[in-house]
């Protein structure tokens, strides 16, 4: 058993905060070493991002759970997302990544300019994702793709006029932002302040990716305007629960539209379709519910048909029943958890983007160097762990029945 | 101390009756898991009293004063330590293998069950036995398997008869069942002990039949409690019923003809029963100023009502009859939307008793329909003249 | 290791293999939209899962640098997915062994409908 | 203050007191001083505060719910909802604001760089933040009583959660934010205990104390994300109806039960594996004897982090799962009750031939044997599924964890907090004094919570405002049971308060314990130790002897030399610096 004792720096044994830095640059006084130093940061990430991927895995169950339950559903509403967007953002955040563990390496070799030019790259493509998303985003809002209780889609009328204009609320705070670098920029300028010059300059460009972004989004939503026309058939796949046929052509979409559009007053074709699969459920004795709803449905249909008259000798017709049909909730269940999903990960993606501004001023400073890469290491290791889960969330999301 | 009061609970335990311990075995369930329990109880005691007086005796024998020393330097012993990790082992798969014995038992109905569809609600149950016979009491036969189906209308609740060791969450959106066979019935009381019963809730001029004073239901049958064990917000604890079994078929049957009809009961009267009996005394009193969930029944009728929506309703037969098949098209100012459907619990002729009852409760009531409160008929036919209003307008 | 000649505890990659990887996940995000294109039934989302799971590898190993990581690390990292597959399996699995009782109306507004009440009533009517 | 170290016989070092500037409570001062400290220890001091006060609330809650049952209507005029209210907010801040910071957050920050040997936690920002997410939750909470009340339980159960109108997302966005305090602490624990050991502290020498945290961190880090997904999720169900656990929009609550109780059982573990490290502490320190089975304590400890995230479906035995998950589960929840059963063992056998000296500490963790023992075993009959079906959501499942975590956690806090007050405050109490507390706690917990286990076999459910005549001399028995108990507990109270301005002068060790926190003088100075501490075992009490002098436990015949052999290794700055 070797007896060792804790070593003891005797400058610290005088209390103090503040004499260290003046010893060793950015060795926290209650490390021995860098290294050690380096090592609790980086196990101290490590964990911190174990319980990120169980946080998304909350989510992920979620998806599972309701995927499993209704697979058509989830196929049918998959439709509204446009593949296009979806994978130029996965292009633009494996870019992201890319730039990310090169400005690693640039800090651990000291080269800063570059690492700064790495930083603001990431950036950028951060920004050029969210513009992305916000024209996904605005676009489903105003068609009424919403979660479960906001969902207003009406597959007749997709594009209801009025309402408010998403996509302005959205770049407002990015607009903002835009004017407020640019204003601060030219003022630097004006005071010769070199080193905020040299910060506010990558960050004008990483503003103004964001309208790129949005700019990208805009051409690639239009430019599949044809593909969305055929989309609009599938909405009805989700508008009727996925009960209907998928129309892969135009005309049969438009007509499904039609024939839905009849059966809206009275809507019984719906659980028609479903009473097949109904019967067969109700066949097994130990599923008194699916017995129980077939008989009710079938109940509520000769009522509905006049063929049954109730105790009293006239049909009595439920002022429930309207509601009850073709309630489109079950879309919006998928479109709960792609909002969820999707927005979660947007929330990290500011938080990364938040973080790496401040990297960049660092950076700017040049205070980063072989013994101190730790913080740009850690935000790495960040960023490749929400580009790791946008990884898994395209295909899961975008990909599904195409 | 708590030895005292373990040992004594044990020897309870011998007298399954008594009710200190445990309440009455009244299903075969309740055999099986008072047998685990004590089971349980007596090796949970093998274990406990000698590691109990370990923790008195070691404190008394070893007492130092401050600065003696300890006179065994013993850190470990792996024979022991082994010993004491395997052996509570052994014991817990014996518990493990009979709880789920008799749990697995439990989970599957038998076949031949007798069916009691049950719902929910905030705060009550219903009991529907088929053919119209609904009633908020659960009634079953001695020694024949029941199933009872459950499903609930708002939030979770959960089945608990405390004398059947029995005890099922019913969940919204899914058909929960659970089964049991009753093996101690409910017997009647007496007619004399049933009369004086009766004479005292006249006295007392109660609205609503005391179970708890009078150890009996209205019907005069002894019963167990029936709880909803999971929250369920505010009347969470008054969200109670009653078990009667009945010792023989017939007698079921005799209740069931009993409850499933309005026979030659006059339309209000039956309209107050069934304001009882179903429950819609715990969200709507009849007293005036006496608001609970929703709007009090004192001079509802023939009154205009003020909705949520700003529209004004005059509260007649049609009004009525589409709150209660539809209560969220029309919502009154002030009340939250909460009212659960009766569409397809209650009858036409139900409905009508209670518009019939709540004419009574309303100084207008006379005056609208006088004539419908003589005649049975001309009731029914206000209750078509609702019925027959187009359902698009209704819906809107 | 405060010698500034090396590079301490510090191992800088190289620009190649970053570059590499970079192409062979764009490679693979090609595979996975085209691949999405062909119905291939229940494998469709195996597939996919597959090749995300190939580019999360190739994510945590070089960009990530799992690969020179001290083992402890590796540990934490992996323990997740440990802890991630008992959530996912206890709940799925429960769900799917309970889902025949789910009403199978589960989309309509449960409070407007008592299929079981309603289906007595009409037996009693018949 | 006295000043200089009284250096005592024996040649050894850091026995005596600190001089003004050195000790950590008076080395600056001012408010701010307190708000913007990085010191692990004034962190620790902040929690504690903020905890006791959580609890005192938590507490007073306990005393109406308790006198509003002594009559089967309500012995008060408050109404249903109130009385809902009530038990709910008990519930929530028992649990998120007191009871899962407790012991890890205030003891566990002051004690875990100490007794590690470390000058302060690895990431010392990250820990102020982590108080400042608990202020920030408390707040929350206290909002969400100012605006609407809260009347879900604790657990927050869909549907009725997405269905109430009282803040119900106040209250979870709080309790979200009190989840990542929490797993930050976690975080900053197992970073610091991996990292920052020096040299000569190995895995097996670190005290139990530490392996316990260093579990219960594990839990932290790896559930509470669940819980702030779940959190979210149940937000978002709230504000728009998401229909993941809202059954009106094609939700399922059983799932949310799932997720909820992902976290919520290995949160148990939060709760009581760091009353088991200070039990571990109390019962070998006081009998002057080296923990028996030292490394079967340690083992259980993880053992127990990690068996704790397979067991989470036992409470939802009733709740619809379907037979072959129940039966799964029930399996897999009786594994964790056998490393508790080592523990006990083990603590028992620490005791024999010992040196027991019963004071307030002792008393307590006595205390805590006999509860947990009960609490354990009956937890039996909850993990038996046959008996369970009766008992679940009854007042016996109360009693239960009432013993485990009451008679269990809080009661292990208390002692622990006896065992360190005068290390954390410098002043030392009336023994006497605190073994009344204890005594009157023992008394009043049993005479609270056994009756309950005897309603619960009764039937009576939890969550009643009211309830049925039969159960109502067991109900007043409980509740003169939970006067005393707060009685108990206010006298405890006292007794440290009094302590602050009449308490003598705390030796550097007052009960003669050997690991490195007695080290170190009493209060520690703001880098906790002067000199560097020698590194032993931690159960070694040979060389621990009483000086009657100074009333203090001094090291002496150290088997070791003091100067480490080798050469120190001297943090040297990086090269030229830039």
């Not at chain 4, 920052?196 to 020498?205: A, D, E, L, S, V």
């Not at chain 4, 027991?356 to 002792?362: D, G, H, K």
């Not at chain 4, 009432?402 to 405050?425: A, N, R």
Request: charged share 15%; with cysteine; hydrophobic share 45%.
């Amino acid at each position: 058993m070797a007896n060792t004792a804790l070593q003891a720096d005797p400058s610290h044994d005088d209390a103090g905060h503040h004499d260290d830095h003046e010893h060793h640059e950015n060795l926290a006084h209650h490390f021995d070493t860098y290294e050690q130093q380096f090592d609790a940061g980086k196990l101290g990430i490590w964990v911190f991002l174990v319980t990120e991927v169980l946080f998304f895995g909350g989510l992920f169950c979620a998806y599972a759970l309701y995927r499993n339950l209704r697979p058509d559903v989830f196929a049918g509403s998959s439709e509204f997302l446009n593949t296009k967007l979806g994978a130029i953002n996965t292009g633009v955040l494996l870019f992201s990544s890319l730039t990310m563990a090169w400005g690693v390496r640039c800090a651990q070799l000291r080269q800063h300019k570059m690492l700064a030019g790495m930083l603001a790259a990431t950036l950028s493509c951060a920004a050029i994702f969210l513009g992305v998303k916000a024209i996904e985003y605005s676009h489903k809002w105003s068609m009424g793709l919403l979660p479960a209780g906001l969902y207003t889609y009406d597959p007749a009328n997709p594009h209801p006029a009025g309402g408010p204009n998403y996509l302005l609320w959205i770049c407002a705070p990015f607009a903002i932002g835009l004017l407020f670098v640019v204003g601060w920029l030219i003022i630097a300028k004006i005071k010769k302040d070199e080193f905020k010059v040299r910060v506010l300059m990558p960050l004008t460009v990483v503003f103004a990716c964001f309208f790129v972004g949005v700019q990208l989004g805009t051409i690639l939503e239009s430019g599949g305007e044809g593909e969305h026309a055929a989309g609009d058939d599938h909405h009805v796949v989700a508008g009727a629960d996925g009960h209907a046929e998928h129309g892969d052509d135009h005309a049969e979409g438009r007509a499904d539209e039609h024939l839905e559009d009849l059966d809206q007053p009275n809507n019984l074709a719906i659980e028609k379709a479903d009473l097949a699969g109904l019967e067969v459920l109700a066949q097994d004795q130990s599923n008194p519910g699916a017995r129980d709803t077939l008989e009710a449905l079938k109940r509520q249909e000769a009522v509905a048909s006049g063929s049954v008259l109730q105790g009293d000798q006239r049909p009595v017709e439920s002022p429930t029943e309207k509601r009850v049909t073709a309630t489109p909730k079950q879309a919006g269940v998928f479109f709960s958890i792609y909002y969820c999903m999707t927005g979660v990960h947007a929330i990290h993606i500011l938080a990364g983007m938040g973080v790496m501004i401040w990297l960049l001023v660092r950076a700017t400073r040049a205070e980063f160097n072989e013994n101190y890469f730790g913080p740009i290491d850690y935000v790495g290791l960040y960023w490749h762990l929400v580009d790791l889960i946008w990884i898994y969330l395209f295909p899961l999301l975008y990909l599904i029945g195409k | 101390m708590f030895d005292g009061l373990f040992l004594r609970g044990s020897h309870l335990l011998a007298d399954t009756a008594h009710h200190l311990w445990f309440p009455e075995q009244a299903s075969t369930y309740a055999a099986e898991s008072d047998g685990t329990y004590s089971m349980i109880l007596w090796i949970s005691l093998a274990f406990f009293i000698p590691l109990a007086i370990l923790m008195v005796y070691f404190p008394i024998k070893y007492y130092q004063r401050k600065g003696g020393k300890a006179t065994s330097r013993v850190t470990h012993h792996n024979v022991l330590e082994v010993t004491w990790t395997i052996v509570p082992c052994i014991f817990l798969v014996i518990m493990f293998v009979r709880g789920s014995w008799g749990y697995l038992d439990m989970a599957t109905p038998p076949e031949g069950a007798k069916q009691v569809d049950l719902t929910a609600f905030k705060w009550g149950w219903s009991m529907n036995y088929g053919k119209g016979a609904i009633h908020p009491e659960l009634h079953v036969v001695l020694n024949q398997p029941t199933k009872v189906v459950m499903r609930s209308t708002d939030v979770l609740h959960s089945f608990f008869i405390p004398a059947f060791r029995l005890k099922q969450d019913v969940v919204p959106g899914r058909y929960i069942t659970a089964w049991f066979q009753a093996t101690t019935p409910t017997p009647k009381v007496s007619q004399e002990e049933y009369e004086a019963a009766l004479a005292a809730h006249e006295e007392s001029g109660d609205e609503v039949w005391d179970y708890d004073r009078y150890q009996m239901t209205p019907d005069g049958y002894r019963y167990f409690d029936l709880f909803c064990a999971e929250y369920c917000g505010r009347d969470h604890s008054a969200m109670q019923s009653y078990v009667v079994v009945h010792e023989t078929q017939e007698s079921w049957d005799e209740w069931i003809r009993k409850i499933s009809s309005r026979g030659e009961t006059p339309l209000a009267e039956y309209g107050e029963k069934l304001y009882q009996l179903r429950n819609c005394i715990g969200c709507h009193s009849n007293e005036p100023n006496n608001i609970l969930v929703g709007p009090t029944f004192h001079n509802l009728y023939g009154y205009e009502r003020q909705m949520a929506d700003g529209e004004t309703v005059l509260a007649d037969e049609q009004y009525i009859r589409e709150s209660i098949l539809d209560p969220k098209a029309k919502v009154v100012m002030g009340f939250q939307p909460q009212m659960p459907s009766f569409k397809g619990q209650l009858s036409d002729d139900d409905i009508a008793s209670l518009i019939a009852y709540m004419k009574t409760l309303s100084d207008r009531g006379e005056t609208a329909s006088e004539a419908a409160l003589d005649d049975d008929a001309a009731a029914a036919d206000d209750a078509d003249a609702a019925a027959a209003q187009p359902v698009e307008a209704i819906a809107n | 290791m405060s010698d500034h000649s090396d590079h301490g505890f510090a191992h800088p990659q190289s620009i190649t293999t970053l570059l590499t990887v970079f192409a062979a996940l764009v490679f693979l995000t090609i595979v996975t939209v085209v691949q999405a294109s062909f119905h291939l039934g229940n494998w469709e989302i195996w597939i996919a899962l597959f090749i995300a799971s190939l580019k999360a590898a190739l994510v945590l190993y070089f960009f990530m640098h799992l690969g020179h990581e001290k083992p402890f690390n590796i540990l934490v990292f992996f323990s997740t997915l440990f802890f991630l597959a008992l959530f996912l399996g206890g709940t799925l699995s429960d769900r799917n062994a309970y889902r025949n009782q789910l009403e199978p109306d589960i989309d309509e507004p449960y409070r407007s409908e008592a299929p079981a009440e309603a289906a007595e009533t009409a037996a009693a009517m018949e | 203050m006295t000043t200089g170290a009284a250096t005592a016989p024996g040649g050894v070092r850091d026995a005596g007191f600190v001089s003004d500037n050195e000790n950590y409570l008076k080395n600056s001062s001012g408010v701010l001083s307190w708000m913007f400290t990085l010191d692990h220890k004034r962190i620790g001091i902040m929690y504690l505060v903020g905890i006791l006060t959580s609890f005192l609330g938590g507490g007073l809650l306990a005393m109406v719910i308790r006198y509003h049952l002594m009559a089967p209507g309500g012995a008060t005029t408050i109404s249903n909802d109130a009385y809902n209210q009530l038990f709910t907010l008990h519930g929530a801040i028992m649990v998120f604001l007191f009871i899962i910071p407790s012991i890890p957050a205030a003891l566990g920050n002051f004690l875990v760089p100490v007794m590690l040997g470390a000058k302060d936690v690895a990431f010392p920002r990250l820990n102020l933040s982590s108080f400042y997410l608990w202020v920030g939750g408390a707040i929350f909470f206290v909002g969400a009583l100012l605006m609407n009340g809260l009347d879900t339980g604790w657990t927050f159960y869909t549907p009725y959660s997405t269905s109430t109108d009282t803040s119900v997302v106040m209250a979870t966005f709080g309790a979200f934010i009190l989840g990542f305090s929490s797993i930050f602490t976690g975080l900053n624990f197992i970073v610091t205990i991996n990292t920052m050991r020096p040299p000569g502290m190995t895995w097996f020498r670190m005290p139990l104390f530490l392996w316990a945290t260093y579990a219960t961190s594990i839990i932290q880090v790896l559930a509470t994300p669940v819980l702030g997904i779940t959190l979210l999720l149940l937000i978002a169900e709230n504000v728009m109806h998401i229909g993941i656990f809202d059954p009106e929009f094609n939700g399922d609550p059983v799932t949310y039960q799932h997720f909820f109780w992902f976290y919520s059982h290995p949160a148990v573990y939060i709760m009581i594996l760091p009353a088991f490290g200070i039990i571990s502490e109390l019962i070998s320190v006081h009998s002057h004897k080296g923990i028996f089975g030292y490394r079967f304590i340690a083992y259980s400890s993880i053992a127990l982090a990690l068996l704790s995230f397979l067991v989470w479906g036992h409470h939802m035995f009733t709740s619809g799962m379907s037979s072959v998950t129940v039966v799964i589960f029930s399996a897999l929840t009786f594994t964790v009750s056998v490393p508790s059963a080592i523990k006990v063992f083990n603590w028992v056998a620490t005791m024999y031939k010992g040196a027991i000296s019963l004071t307030t500490p002792m008393c307590y963790a006595l205390a805590f044997l006999f509860l947990f023992t009960i609490g354990g075993l009956t937890g039996l009959f909850l993990g038996t599924i046959s008996t369970d079906l009766h008992l679940h959501d009854t007042y016996f499942v109360v009693a239960h964890f009432h013993y485990v975590m009451m008679g269990g956690t809080v009661v292990s806090f208390v002692g622990g907090l006896f065992h360190w007050w005068p290390k954390m405050t410098g002043k030392m109490f009336n023994e006497a004094g605190g073994r009344i507390s204890a005594l009157i706690v023992f008394v009043g917990f049993n005479l609270t919570f056994l009756p309950q286990f005897l309603l619960g076999n009764q039937g009576m459910p939890r969550r009643y405002a009211t309830y049925d005549p039969e159960f109502q001399w067991l109900h007043q028995l409980s509740s003169i049971g939970a006067f005393t108990l707060g009685i108990g507990l206010l006298v405890a109270g006292l007794v440290l308060l009094h302590s602050l301005y009449a308490g003598r002068q705390a030796p550097a060790n007052p009960w003669g314990g050997a690991t490195l926190e007695w080290h170190c003088t009493s209060p520690p100075p703001f880098y906790n130790f002067k000199h560097a501490p020698v590194v032993g075992d931690p159960y070694e009490f040979a060389n621990v002897h009483y000086d009657e002098a100074t009333d203090n436990y001094v090291f002496t015949e150290l088997p070791r030399t003091l100067v480490p052999e080798e050469p120190v290794k001297t943090p040297t700055p990086a090269g030229g610096q830039s």
